[in-house]
Antibody, heavy 119, light 111 residues
Framework: QVVQSGPEVRKPGTSVRVSCKVS????????VNWVRQTPGQGLEWIGW????????NLARKFDKRLSLTRDLSTGTAYLELSSLSSEDTAIYYC??????????????WGQGTLVTVSA | QSVLTQPPAVSGAPGQRVTISCTGG?????????VHWYQQTPGTAPKLLIY???NRPSGVPDRFSASKSDASVSLAITRLQADDEAIYFC???????????FGGGTTLTVL
């Protein structure tokens, strides 16, 4: 079960941090991915972090203001997005790739975290 | 503009068969990267329906299947039921973008 932190409201220009508890460790997953969905719109991939190594792959659109980290001791992954604008208002999901898989697909999803950016 | 192209909407009557296409290019589906499908109902997170083009996770009925032809994949839903009403997304990986890519989503209406 993947559990995310609660909704956030931020002003433009600030940052937000969203957490995603995957398990007691990252042993059962290949990577934790972040995907966002704007109201009434489609899905947009943000980036991934490999649980074991901590290596990341960030979508070019976000890489200058995005940080993905993880805490091995608690099995929790974090997304931090800075320089927020109204266009970042969306539901942010974390989703896991099963352990041992080379293909990137998401078999478990968090419940989603609504991030609202408003002055 | 999504890298993978899906029709915005499809519909069908209960008991019928519908298909949803997902068209990519030579840097994603055509390059051999797996295609995966998700089902999303209002207010919920997407749910994995098909992975690696034609594999179903446990619990997904065999009414759902997928097939591939060149740079295009089709999701087929047979014996349509009312609770199949949802948005369906395809997803793959694009080697030229080095990004995970999604289709724009297809809304299925059961008439």
């Amino acid at each position: 079960q993947v559990v995310q932190s609660g909704p956030e409201v931020r002003k433009p220009g600030t940052s937000v941090r969203v957490s995603c508890k995957v398990s007691e460790s990252f042993m059962s997953v290949s990577s934790v991915n972040w995907v966002r969905q704007t109201p009434g719109q489609g899905l947009e991939w943000i980036g991934w972090i490999v649980g074991g190594s901590g290596n990341t792959n960030l979508a070019r659109k976000f890489d200058k203001r995005l940080s993905l980290t993880r805490d091995l001791s608690t099995g929790t992954a974090y997304l931090e997005l800075s320089s927020l604008s109204s266009e970042d208002t969306a539901i942010y999901y974390c989703a896991t790739v099963p352990g041992g898989q080379l293909a990137v697909y998401f078999d478990s999803w968090g419940q989603g975290t609504l991030v609202t950016v408003s002055a | 503009q999504s890298v993978l192209t899906q029709p915005p909407a499809v519909s069908g009557a209960p008991g019928q068969r519908v298909t949803i296409s997902c068209t990519g290019g030579s840097s994603n589906i055509g390059a051999g990267f797996g295609v995966h499908w998700y089902q999303q109902t209002p207010g919920t997170a997407p749910k994995l329906l098909i992975y690696n083009t034609n594999n179903r996770p446990s619990g997904v009925p065999d009414r759902f299947s997928a097939s591939k032809s060149d740079a295009s994949v089709s999701l087929a839903i047979t014996r349509l039921q009312a609770d199949d009403e949802a948005i369906y997304f395809c997803q793959s990986y694009d080697t030229s973008l080095s990004d995970v890519v999604f289709g724009g989503g297809t809304t299925l209406t059961v008439l």
